[in-house]
């Protein structure tokens, strides 16, 4: 149980292009889902916080408007990346809260994210 | 906010050996402890956890510490096997809210 997917797994595009990345919570419904950004042998930085039904509450320093989320359903979160420049290159995961209080985060194979 | 510290950043065991990760984090009301195993590429995935409440857990080879007073704990491995070869994350939810902060990662390295 406690499934997340994560879509897609690796994405190359040329600089100024507009990703999006969809995380799933498969066997369960998720009202809080997160996204994280890691870069390579640093540890996982939270984004943001994304709520059903409600406006994602981003981290001191991470741009909304440059990393839009939408929480649209129980079971599925989006983070596109608008105007994807070089800097932007990381890798980006999701995790998702289980049902009930106090249960642990599950996480996404996460999206590898490559701008030329 | 939350700090959470992890060390040692890279650990080097023989196989067989025992492995130990310690974190230290900032904020009393933290109440759950989460250790994270992360291959390379890969996803985090959780290994146990420990709740405020409780001061030791156990799952067959590995353990987790918590001393609340001085608001640090552990990972035990034991018995290293190459298999157990990741970075290991450790993490510490505040009570005020439901948002992980993250050690900075062990980088375990089990030689055969």
């Known amino acids: 149980g406690a499934v997340v997917s994560q879509h897609p797994s690796w994405v190359i595009c040329k600089s100024g292009t507009s990703v999006k990345i969809e995380c799933r919570s498969l066997?369960?419904?998720?009202?809080?889902m997160f996204w994280y950004r890691q870069f390579p042998k640093q540890s996982l930085m939270l984004m943001a916080t994304?709520?059903?039904?409600?406006?994602?509450?981003?981290e001191q320093g991470v741009e909304k408007d440059k990393f839009l989320i939408n929480h649209a359903s129980l079971t599925l979160s989006t983070l596109t990346v608008t105007s994807a420049h070089p800097e932007d290159s990381s890798f980006y995961i999701c995790?998702?809260?289980?049902?009930?209080?106090?249960?642990?985060?599950?996480f996404g194979d996460g999206t590898r994210l490559s701008i030329l | 906010g939350e700090n959470v510290e992890q060390h040692p950043s890279t650990l080097s065991v023989q196989e067989g050996d025992s492995a130990v990760i310690k974190c230290t984090y900032s904020d009393s009301a933290s109440n759950y402890f989460p250790w994270y195993k992360q291959e390379l590429g890969k996803r985090p995935q959780l290994i146990i956890d420990i709740r405020s409440n409780v001061g030791e857990k156990k799952d067959q080879r590995i353990a987790v510490t918590l001393n609340k007073t001085a608001k640090h704990f552990s990972l035990h491995i034991t018995e290293t096997q190459p298999e157990d070869s990741a970075v290991y994350f450790c993490?510490?939810?505040?009570?005020?809210?439901?948002?992980?902060?993250f050690g900075g990662g062990t980088r375990v390295l089990v030689k055969p």
């Open positions: 993490a510490a939810l505040g009570a005020a809210g439901n948002k992980l902060t």
């Open positions: 995790s998702a809260e289980g049902t009930g209080v106090g249960q642990p985060q599950h």
């Open positions: 994304s709520n059903e039904g409600s406006k994602a509450t981003y």
């Open positions: 066997d369960f419904q998720a009202t809080t």
